[in-house]
């Protein structure tokens, strides 16, 4: 297992956010050295100018979504790899300046994401608050706490009422119960190795003149009776109506038939790109990935034994 303690790693900050407790979620990664920066783009333009180590960004949302702002550099500006996804269970909180009382409320800040993963609760509790982006959660925080405006709240997780000294007014205001957020440990240089359980993340850019692009594409994991676990559409940034494609498929670019799959999209299509292929979020705990890695050996010892069993003059 890797040892991050003499590593840095890039997060959104300032302290406080989602993204820090995600990071802190992970044994390993917490023993780094994290580093908060302003915002998404200043944290993958750190790593990719190795000035950190890693970067660790939000990728998506079980409400709102696909983070347009790590996705699309990822597939356009940069040249990372993924080499963990972390899954994290996301809970809001409506906080104020100690003895602010609901009804005070004339503005609510947070990130965008939050803000609107809260739609139905500030309908229903504060229909009149003006709802205000801020770079994310602790900085809506943070911004509530150093301001002498009575009025303000931020909508931010409870670590954040903690740290800049604000009292939660409500506890758990998403509009869903299910809310998660995936995020991805990216690095300059290496892909993470195979576990037996992993995901790979590939963007495919189609031929945009030619009928069934999207239907070829997909028609070789079909062949092959590969998994895919997601599919999104996302503008390609040439012209009004050409898209690329970020697919999620069940396994590792080291096992055979998934790599002999985009070799072969590599050959007939424009351009594909590989994001990584990674252990899937289950697996970060150590000991299951050890498992699943002493299963998938085991598994491979099996087909290989029976393999050289077939008498080839038969």
């Not at 009292?167 to 758990?172: G, P, V």
Request: hydrophobic residues 40%; charged residues 25%; aromatic residues 6%.
């Amino acid at each position: 297992m890797k040892d991050f303690s003499s590593s840095t790693i890039a997060y959104l900050g300032p302290r406080g956010t989602f993204t820090e407790e995600a990071l802190r979620s992970q044994p390993d990664l917490a023993r780094a050295q994290l580093i908060p920066y302003p915002n998404f783009s200043a944290v993958m333009e750190a790593v990719d100018q190795r000035k950190v180590d890693y970067a660790f960004v939000a990728i998506e949302n079980s409400i709102e979504g696909t983070v347009s702002a790590t996705i699309d550099p990822l597939v356009f500006d940069y040249e990372l790899f993924v080499l963990r996804e972390v899954v994290l269970d996301i809970h809001l909180d409506l906080m104020a300046k100690p003895g602010t009382q609901m009804e005070q409320i004339k503005k609510v800040l947070s990130y965008s994401h939050a803000l609107a993963q809260c739609r139905a609760f500030m309908s229903d509790n504060l229909p009149n608050a003006e709802a205000t982006t801020t770079n994310s959660t602790s900085d809506a925080a943070k911004t509530v706490a150093d301001s002498s405006d009575p009025t303000l709240a931020a909508l931010a997780p409870s670590v954040s009422a903690d740290l800049y000294n604000l009292e939660i007014l409500k506890e758990h205001v998403e509009d869903h119960p299910g809310n998660q957020t995936r995020f991805f440990l990216l690095n300059k240089d290496h892909i993470a190795p195979r576990t037996g359980h992993d995901k790979t993340t590939v963007v495919c850019f189609q031929i945009s003149d030619r009928p069934g692009s999207l239907i070829s594409i997909l028609a070789q994991f079909s062949a092959r009776n590969i998994n895919l676990t997601k599919l999104e559409s996302r503008p390609s940034k040439a012209a009004l109506g050409q898209y690329c494609f970020v697919i999620d498929l069940e396994g590792h670019i080291e096992d055979p038939i998934v790599a002999d799959t985009l070799a072969e999209l590599h050959r007939s299509l424009p351009e594909i790109k590989l994001i990584g292929s990674y252990p899937v979020a289950a697996t970060h705990n150590p000991e299951k990935a050890g498992d699943l890695r002493e299963r998938s050996i085991k598994a491979e010892t099996w087909l290989g034994d029976l393999l050289s069993r077939i008498d080839r003059l038969v």
